[in-house]
């Protein structure tokens, strides 16, 4: 059985690699997409194409995933940069790196936060399906900062409350192209599959209702750095709703940024960080809150940006 994803060649992705690109654009590893290019899965107009091969704006893609409904298995391998920042009974919470899964799934063979925390010998709690234990929150590949896992039942029953009570404070930093008017403002828009590309995500009549916060936090000529907090947990959800005010999060090409100033900025990912997570701790209630500075990588994006301001 497979899953077949047909999409357009973005034109922020002209003259990459097969192998890069696609990573890039599906969220993918690159040792996942060359293998599907080696096996013949990866056809660009029609006809198959190597993983050293270049891609051209405008073609139209199709990738074959096998097997979509196997769960993947946790495999324990350390992971760069995941940082444990609190880790007790009932939960650990993590500040993961951009380019580390969740948890497996179907067509991912990167790393993963939950095989980060077995290589560290860190057992999560058994709820939840087989590939996701203790996961009750997640953040996209492309997207770093801090997750919160379940270590027990108890911890996985609060958790999974207190984000369906909206009792959890999530604080994301964004940096958007342009300049949002109002500077400080509620996106409130359903989200589900786009109607005709379902590899992302859309501002959909009849889709979840999803509601985000933001406040520009500070403006630069070309971009705005905002502070936005959830009302709800779409997937993709802050990078659809901003794309829909034609202010997509920077280096964002799946949902519109302009690669001519993703390039100007070094990112290679959208300009987007969970910075803040807080919840009332499983035990007692008693308020618990992390914090995670911006990693390298965006914060060479601002200081490119001030240095031109």
């Given at each position: 059985?497979?899953?077949?994803?047909?999409?357009?060649?973005?034109?922020?992705?002209?003259?990459?690699?097969?192998?890069?690109?696609?990573?890039?654009?599906?969220?993918?590893?690159?040792?996942?997409?060359?293998?599907?290019?080696e096996s013949g899965a990866v056809l660009v107009d029609g006809s198959p194409v190597g993983k050293s091969?270049?891609?051209?704006?405008?073609?139209?893609?199709?990738?074959?995933?096998?097997?979509?409904?196997?769960?993947?298995?946790?495999?324990?391998?350390?992971?760069?940069?995941?940082?444990?920042?609190?880790?007790?009974?009932?939960?650990?919470?993590?500040?993961?790196?951009?380019?580390?899964?969740?948890?497996?799934?179907?067509?991912?063979?990167?790393?993963?936060?939950?095989?980060?925390?077995?290589?560290?010998?860190?057992?999560?709690?058994?709820?939840?399906?087989?590939?996701?234990?203790?996961?009750?929150?997640?953040?996209?590949?492309?997207?770093?900062?801090?997750?919160?896992?379940?270590?027990?039942?108890?911890?996985y029953a609060a958790l999974k409350r207190a984000f369906r009570d909206r009792t959890v404070a999530k604080?994301?930093?964004?940096?958007?192209?342009?300049?949002?008017?109002?500077?400080?403002?509620?996106?409130?828009?359903?989200?589900?599959?786009?109607?005709?590309?379902?590899?992302?995500?859309?501002?959909?009549?009849?889709?979840?209702?999803?509601?985000?916060?933001?406040?520009?936090?500070?403006?630069?000529?070309?971009?705005?750095?905002?502070?936005?907090?959830?009302?709800?947990?779409?997937?993709?959800?802050?990078?659809?709703?901003?794309?829909?005010?034609?202010?997509?999060?920077?280096g964002d090409l799946t949902y519109g940024a302009d690669p001519a100033l993703a390039k100007r900025l070094?990112?290679?990912?959208?300009?987007?960080?969970?910075?803040?997570?807080?919840?009332?701790?499983?035990?007692?209630?008693?308020?618990?809150?992390?914090?995670?500075?911006?990693?390298?990588?965006?914060?060479?994006?601002?200081?490119?940006?001030?240095?031109?301001?």
């Amino acid at each position: 059985m497979s899953d077949v994803r047909a999409l357009p060649v973005p034109e922020g992705l002209e003259g990459m690699r097969v192998d890069a690109g696609l990573a890039r654009l599906l969220g993918l590893s690159r040792t996942v997409v060359a293998s599907l290019a080696e096996s013949g899965a990866v056809l660009v107009d029609g006809s198959p194409v190597g993983k050293s091969d270049r891609l051209a704006a405008g073609s139209w893609l199709e990738v074959s995933l096998t097997d979509p409904q196997r769960p993947a298995a946790v495999r324990a391998e350390p992971v760069t940069g995941l940082r444990v920042l609190h880790d007790d009974a009932d939960l650990v919470v993590v500040d993961k790196p951009v380019g580390v899964a969740a948890h497996p799934s179907p067509g991912w063979t990167g790393p993963t936060v939950l095989g980060g925390l077995a290589a560290a010998g860190i057992q999560v709690a058994d709820s939840g399906a087989a590939e996701r234990h203790g996961v009750v929150h997640r953040l996209d590949v492309g997207t770093s900062g801090l997750m919160a896992v379940a270590k027990s039942q108890r911890g996985y029953a609060a958790l999974k409350r207190a984000f369906r009570d909206r009792t959890v404070a999530k604080h994301y930093r964004a940096l958007v192209q342009g300049h949002p008017d109002p500077t400080r403002g509620t996106i409130d828009a359903p989200i589900d599959r786009h109607p005709a590309h379902d590899w992302r995500f859309a501002v959909v009549a009849g889709g979840k209702p999803s509601v985000t916060h933001y406040e520009v936090i500070e403006a630069f000529p070309a971009a705005s750095l905002c502070d936005v907090t959830l009302e709800t947990g779409r997937t993709h959800q802050i990078r659809v709703h901003f794309a829909a005010l034609r202010h997509p999060c920077c280096g964002d090409l799946t949902y519109g940024a302009d690669p001519a100033l993703a390039k100007r900025l070094g990112l290679d990912r959208q300009w987007l960080h969970a910075a803040r997570l807080g919840f009332p701790h499983p035990v007692d209630d008693h308020w618990v809150e992390f914090t995670s500075p911006d990693p390298d990588d965006l914060r060479r994006a601002l200081d490119v940006l001030a240095a031109q301001a």
